[in-house]
């Protein structure tokens, strides 16, 4: 382990500054609910093969779409959210919603798996296979609630985008969305 710490002690690492009083994890779920309204605007308007990513500084798309739409879209959504139409920052093909599915059925499985006898889970899988299954159903409602309190914040506040810069090495096309505030 110790080689390991050397290696990292030599690699110079980007240093992020935070303005004073400033709380990155809201930063995080309002760039995150900024990315949806964006996604969710240029979705209705033709482009739905997108997905995105959020951080501290902003937001990625993903996919082919011009800049110019996406600026537009960006724009529209940055107007919305902050007009109270808090519900462009659900997006149905969010990462939470299938983390919070694919939790409820992995842990539907594994409390039906547990034990010691080996030969008895092989006759219990058929009962793990459908209580999962019923679980990941029955959770459909978990991801876009925990979208809502957890990973997005709608109140966006004096948000602003600063930058958007379009970045084409090979496949796929990116886009990324700065933001302040």
Not at 134 to 150: D, H, R, T, Y
Not at 165 to 177: D, E, S, W
Request: proline share 7%.
């Amino acid at each position: 382990m110790a080689w390991l710490r050397s290696i990292t002690a030599t690699i110079p690492l980007p240093t992020i500054r935070r303005p004073p009083g400033d709380r990155p994890r809201i930063r995080i779920r309002r760039n995150h609910a900024l990315e949806h309204a964006t996604l969710n605007i240029l979705a209705g308007q033709g482009y739905p093969r997108l997905s995105g990513y959020s951080d501290l500084n902003g937001f990625w798309i993903i996919g082919e779409v011009p800049t110019e739409m996406l600026q537009a879209a960006a724009n529209q959504g940055l107007q919305r959210l902050g007009a109270g139409e808090a519900i462009l920052a659900i997006h149905p093909h969010c990462g939470t919603n299938y983390v919070a599915s694919g939790a409820a059925a992995g842990t539907a499985a594994w409390l039906v798996m547990l034990g010691d006898n080996r030969k008895d889970k092989w006759s219990r899988l058929p009962f793990a296979i459908a209580l999962a299954t019923a679980a990941f159903i029955v959770s459909q409602p978990l991801g876009p609630w925990l979208q809502k309190k957890v990973t997005t914040q709608a109140r966006i506040g004096e948000m602003k985008i600063t930058e958007i810069t379009l970045y084409q090495r090979g496949m796929p096309t990116l886009h990324r969305i700065r933001t302040k505030g």
